[in-house]
């Protein structure tokens, strides 16, 4: 599955910015996907992943303020940022692995990888 991941810009703190990562091929409602993301100097961490099942996941630090979600039917997986802060500046990644996870968190859980798309949030 190829992944494309769109949708980061500049954005005040305090504001919302909604990143969309869409797939091809026809199996994408067998696939967890995820979104990670890399900030300057930083080590690429998970930031949340929604399962074949829609089942979801998050990362503590962005816990109440970003959903994930999916569309089947436009092999498309979002993540709704609300409240952005300056530490949220990144590239974001999206991620797909198909079939049962047990663990989810760490990069090697997911074979499948998106370009980044660039989130900077003033302060």
């Known amino acids: 599955v190829q992944l494309q991941a769109f949708g980061g810009g500049l954005v005040q703190a305090g504001g919302s910015l909604t990143l969309s990562c869409v797939a091809s091929?026809?199996?994408?409602?067998?696939?967890?996907m995820a979104w990670f993301r890399q900030g300057p100097g930083q080590e690429r961490e998970f930031v949340a992943m929604?399962?074949?099942?829609?089942?979801?996941y998050y990362a503590d630090s962005i816990k109440g303020r970003f959903t994930i979600s999916r569309y089947n039917a436009k092999n498309t997986v979002r993540l709704q940022m609300n409240n952005l802060k300056a530490e949220d500046t990144a590239a974001y990644y999206c991620?797909?692995?198909?079939?049962?996870?047990?663990?989810?968190?760490?990069?090697?859980?997911?074979?499948?990888w998106g370009q980044g798309t660039l989130v900077t949030v003033s302060s």
């Open positions: 929604i399962t074949w099942r829609t089942n979801t």
């Open positions: 091929g026809r199996t994408f409602n067998s696939y967890n």
């Open positions: 991620a797909a692995r198909r079939g049962t996870m047990t663990t989810y968190r760490s990069l090697n859980d997911y074979g499948y």
